[in-house]
């Protein structure tokens, strides 16, 4: 069955470091987004992705953060001077477009654990 | 705007009676609806989907849920928890392809 990859599982940085987060979305999918879980709070959206541009992002995605999908498998999420707050575990999902959206899953990577410290 | 409430932060169970995990949610026009499962330190999978086909989902591992548009509700059931029911479930509310909208989420505690 296909899935999204995301590497690393986890990473440890320095405040202030600047990060990469890699996905690797299925194959078919045209729709990414990224997602993050700070330790016991709910999973929030921070962008979606579609077409080679922001789609709709979230007022934590802020000038720290940016997307980019270099080439036509991985799509990815920097962070550019990490603070603490950004501790938190990323999700990485894909979506495949249809004729009709409710009819549609998305479809989550196990995620990478971000420890800033 | 869409919106999530699950109303259980926790529910505990015996093995072996039923589950129900509570959610209602807000949304400006027919919203795809789903739960998700989360068990401890794994990443997120699809129980099941609301799609209009039909008000009562069928999910994996027996899990079901019934759409009431009347009552804005989405519940969560499964007839006899097993233990490796034991884990965090969403419920998930998305308008479009833009965004998913998730709830805080309740966990499922099962005790023997």
């Known amino acids: 069955e296909p899935e999204v990859t995301q590497t690393p599982s986890h990473q440890v940085t320095q405040m202030g470091q600047e990060v990469i987060l890699r996905c690797v979305p299925i194959?078919?999918?045209?729709?990414f987004y990224w997602y993050r879980q700070i330790l016991g709070q709910k999973v929030e959206f921070l962008v979606s992705?579609?077409?080679?541009?922001?789609?709709?992002k979230s007022e934590i995605f802020d000038d720290q953060f940016s997307v980019e999908r270099p080439d036509g498998s991985n799509f990815t999420l920097k962070i550019r001077s990490t603070k603490l707050e950004d501790s938190a575990m990323y999700f990485c999902?894909?979506?495949?477009?249809?004729?009709?959206?409710?009819?549609?899953?998305?479809?989550f990577g196990q995620g990478t654990r971000l420890t800033v410290v | 705007a869409q919106s999530v409430t699950q109303l259980d932060s926790h529910v505990s169970v015996s093995e072996g009676t039923p589950v129900l995990l509570r959610c209602n949610y807000s949304s400006s026009y027919s919203p795809s609806l789903f739960w998700y499962v989360q068990h401890p330190n794994k990443g997120l999978q699809l129980l099941l989907k609301y799609t209009s086909a039909a008000t009562l989902v069928k999910g994996i591992n027996g899990f079901e849920a019934e759409f009431k548009k009347s009552e804005t509700s989405f519940h969560l059931t499964k007839p006899s928890a097993h233990m490796s029911d034991a884990a965090e479930y969403f419920c998930v509310v998305s308008e479009g392809y833009s965004t998913l909208t998730f709830g805080k989420g309740t966990m499922l505690l099962v005790s023997p």
């Open positions: 992705f579609y077409n080679n541009e922001i789609s709709e």
């Open positions: 194959s078919n999918h045209l729709y």
């Open positions: 999902a894909s979506r495949a477009i249809r004729d009709d959206p409710l009819n549609t899953e998305a479809f």
